[in-house]
């Protein structure tokens, strides 16, 4: 069975920080792999998609990496801003079936 | 403007009590799932339908009930039998052939 972890579980950082959030999942025969935000009490907004077949995918100051054969994706947040304050979620989306398996998400916060 | 549309936002449930919470989409997708997340926790898949009048258990399908009707709606039941219904509960959707997922803006359940 997937499992996706995300580490860490929460993050704090000084505006205009760099940040690296991490993915990790147990099943490399993915289908995609996805990023959504989460802000909070609401749905989740999609952010990147990347197919299997990609290394990354880039939108604005957000880059998300794939490396398929060790199991782990990440997502670059350049400059960041109080206003990226958020939860990150990754899921993946498996070859066979048709459902995404979530991670637990990292809570960031932005300090101005 | 095209979208999903759960309802309602806020919903309280009486000790053995079933309740419905409605999904609508008119964004002409095939497919629809119900997730449910715990606070601080990722999402885990209640029920998916990629058809209508068809639909599957996800990881978690024990106390809920679904239908599939109408290719613009999927209501989730939370039965009795569900013990533990207080989460925050998301309606996704997904065009079939089509990877990213949609979702509404959720429904918070709890328990009087």
């Known amino acids: 069975k997937q499992e996706v972890t995300q580490i860490p579980a929460a993050l704090s950082v000084p505006e205009g920080e760099n940040l690296v959030l991490n993915c990790s999942f147990t099943?490399?025969?993915?289908?995609?792999l996805q990023w959504f935000r989460q802000d909070p009490g609401k749905g989740l907004t999609s952010l990147l998609l990347?197919?299997?077949?990609?290394r990354e995918q880039t939108s604005g100051r957000l880059n998300a990496s794939l490396d398929k054969s060790s199991g782990r994706s990440t997502l670059y947040i350049a400059a960041s801003q109080p206003g990226d304050s958020a939860t990150y979620l990754c899921?993946?989306?498996?070859?066979?079936?048709?459902?995404?398996?979530f991670g637990g998400g990292t809570r960031l916060m932005v300090k101005p | 403007d095209g979208g999903i549309t759960q309802s309602p936002k806020y919903l309280f449930r009486k000790e053995g009590q079933n309740v419905t919470l409605s999904c609508e989409q008119n964004?002409?997708?095939?497919?629809m799932y119900w997730y449910r997340q715990d606070p601080g926790q990722g999402l885990r898949l209640i029920y998916y339908s990629q058809i209508v009048n068809d639909f599957q258990k996800g990881d978690i399908a024990e106390g809920y009930s679904v239908s599939r009707e109408k290719k613009e709606s999927f209501p989730l039941t939370v039965t009795s039998a569900q013990k533990n219904p207080t989460a925050f509960y998301l309606c996704?959707?997904?065009?079939?052939?089509?990877?990213?997922?949609?979702f509404g803006s959720g429904t918070q359940l709890s328990v009087l």
């Open positions: 899921a993946v989306f498996l070859s066979a079936g048709n459902m995404l398996t």
């Open positions: 990347i197919q299997s077949s990609q």
């Open positions: 099943d490399s025969a993915i289908y995609n």
């Open positions: 996704a959707s997904r065009k079939q052939g089509a990877e990213k997922l949609f």
């Open positions: 964004l002409n997708h095939d497919a």
